[in-house]
């Protein structure tokens, strides 16, 4: 069952206080009426009475009983009262029976006010009559008689249905009144409840809005004092909230800024071994899906030995108990040609704790080690030969010198040797160094190019608390899949992305595309431009690159890679 809402709470609750409150009113004010009703018919019988006993003492005298009855018959009507003559319980007039049927009624001398009457005290009484068949309110007094006129008990009665008729009537004005009055009460409680719901809405409107994230919503106007603790308490938690929102998305933002400007390439694992976050560096190490969140390394083009490397590590750190240590896996050549070293570290917190695997790029250091020891290998080969020419014949040389007679012609035959053998190892010299710096020169020719798209993203981030006090909306709007390579250097491009983005004018907004055109990518910032905008076209210069306005539009092309 619903709940009820807090209107028909309210209302319900006041209709029942009302109906409870006017039913007591009700029967009270009832009660009240109906007794003032019956002593208002009481007194004004009692004054009829007293009349009907004055007109009957002062008429002239009745010849019989007769004259008596017809006299009663017509007084009666005009007193409105039935007017009755009793002489010892015989009734001689009554002026509802007529004269002719009063010797056909029973004996009165044992009714309540007769008797009261006897005893020389005012009877009154209510009951049904037996005469007329409904009920009577009867009052009696004695009469001591006069000139033709026995001494006997005057009485009158009234019908009690005519003090029902008049306090029904009373009943019916009553019951309208109180109608009235609990319509009212409830329209002015539905009212009530109805301002005080629609606070309540108000309330509950702004903690959702808060919830939802928008925690500069404040209540400004309150409809009751006693809504305003509540008021300032849940703006207080709104300016508290955000504080604290505002500091964790800081802190965020610098936390990705830093995850995705790092060179080495990071992959977070969760307990089965599935990717749940990956870092730029990664995604260019491993191109083979849009998005690697959700796939096991193995997807992605991981080596097969690497993945098994990583699976006997975290079976080792488990039965060892090293679940804080970083482990080193080892280095690896990846089918792009690069060369990793791989270690993994556990993720702390949880009771299924996932794993960190960091690939670092070496290899340019690879690279150089090869050339290094090819260098050693070719130069310890071919120098080798001209070198045991050049000790041999120096040892000759010297022989020849030491004989008696010295023989100077063989030893000068013997240096000529010596000295076209050591030209001989300078032109290997020169051959094995020209061959070592273009194996080296191919070598850095065949490092990955810089991620211009990653870059942009950390000038985003990074400049994200400088565009939030500026009321500055950027977004990226357009960009292609995947990373855009470009010949210039990673940090300088962050450098000149984040000059541009922070010279954007106060509550603006700023619309990025990034395009690529054949042997160039052009990154456009499409908004508002600063009067005193600097272009960073020196730093761009130097990376090859060119910076220029485009009507209002920042244009940065860079050349592709």
């Not at 041999?392 to 030491?402: H, K, S």
């Not at 273009?438 to 870059?455: E, I, S």
């Not at 992305?497 to 690529?516: E, N, R, W």
């Amino acid at each position: 069952m619903g709940k009820r809402s807090i209107t028909l709470h309210n209302l319900l609750w006041t209709w029942g206080f009302f109906l409870l409150v006017l039913s007591v009113v009700f029967v009270f004010a009832t009660g009240q009426a109906e007794r003032a009703v019956l002593a208002e018919a009481e007194d004004r019988a009692k004054r009829s009475l007293d009349l009907a006993r004055y007109l009957l003492a002062s008429h002239v005298p009745f010849a019989d009983e007769a004259a008596l009855a017809a006299y009663a018959d017509g007084l009666g009507p005009h007193l409105g009262f039935r007017l009755t003559f009793i002489v010892d319980g015989r009734v001689v007039a009554d002026s509802d029976v007529g004269a002719s049927g009063v010797s056909d009624m029973e004996d009165h001398a044992n009714r309540p006010e007769v008797l009261a009457a006897r005893d020389g005290r005012l009877g009154q009484d209510i009951r049904a009559s037996r005469t007329l068949g409904r009920d009577m309110l009867y009052v009696a007094q004695a009469f001591a008689g006069a000139e033709g006129v026995p001494a006997g008990i005057v009485r009158l009665a009234m019908p009690v249905s005519a003090l029902r008729g008049e306090l029904g009537r009373l009943r019916e004005t009553l019951l309208a009144v109180m109608a009235l009055v609990f319509l009212a009460g409830g329209l002015a409680a539905y009212v009530l409840a109805r301002r005080m719901a629609g606070a309540i809405r108000e309330f509950s409107e702004v903690v959702a809005a808060i919830g939802d994230g928008d925690y500069d919503r404040r209540i400004h106007i309150v409809s009751a004092s006693d809504f305003a603790p509540l008021a300032e308490s849940i703006n207080t938690l709104a300016h508290r909230i955000g504080s604290h929102v505002g500091e964790i998305e800081q802190r965020r933002e610098h936390q990705e800024a830093i995850f995705q400007g790092m060179a080495e390439g990071l992959a977070i694992l969760d307990a089965t071994g599935r990717i749940t976050d990956a870092n730029q560096a990664f995604r260019q190490m491993f191109p083979k899906a849009v998005s690697p969140v959700g796939r096991a390394p193995l997807e992605l083009g991981v080596p097969l030995c690497v993945d098994r490397a990583l699976t006997d590590a975290a079976q080792a750190a488990g039965a060892s108990g090293e679940g804080g240590a970083v482990r080193r896996i080892g280095r690896f050549e990846l089918a792009s040609g690069r060369v990793v070293e791989v270690t993994v570290a556990p993720v702390a917190g949880g009771r299924e704790r996932g794993r960190i695997v960091t690939f670092h790029d070496v290899t340019e250091v690879a690279t150089m080690d090869r050339i290094f020891r090819d260098f050693v290998i070719d130069a310890s080969h071919n120098l080798r030969t001209p070198l045991t020419k050049v000790l041999g014949y120096g040892e000759t040389a010297r022989g020849m010198l030491d004989a008696a007679p010295a023989d100077v012609a063989g030893a000068d035959a013997a240096l000529g040797v010596v000295v076209r053998a050591a030209g001989t190892m300078q032109t290997v010299i020169d051959d094995l160094l020209t061959a070592a710096r273009d194996r080296f020169a191919a070598a850095r020719a065949g490092v990955a190019a810089t991620d211009a798209l990653a870059a942009l993203r950390q000038a985003l981030a990074g400049s994200g608390p400088i565009l939030r006090a500026k009321g500055v909306t950027a977004r990226i709007l357009d960009a292609p899949v995947g990373p855009v390579g470009v010949a210039a250097g990673y940090d300088a491009l962050v450098r000149i992305f984040t000059a541009i983005l922070t010279q954007t004018p106060d509550a603006a907004s700023t619309a990025i595309t990034v395009a690529v055109d054949g042997d160039s990518v052009e990154i456009r910032f499409q908004g508002p431009a600063s009067l005193g905008l600097a272009l960073p076209g020196a730093e761009l210069a130097a990376a090859d690159g060119d910076v220029f306005l485009d009507g209002a539009a920042r244009v940065v092309r860079l050349a592709a890679a």
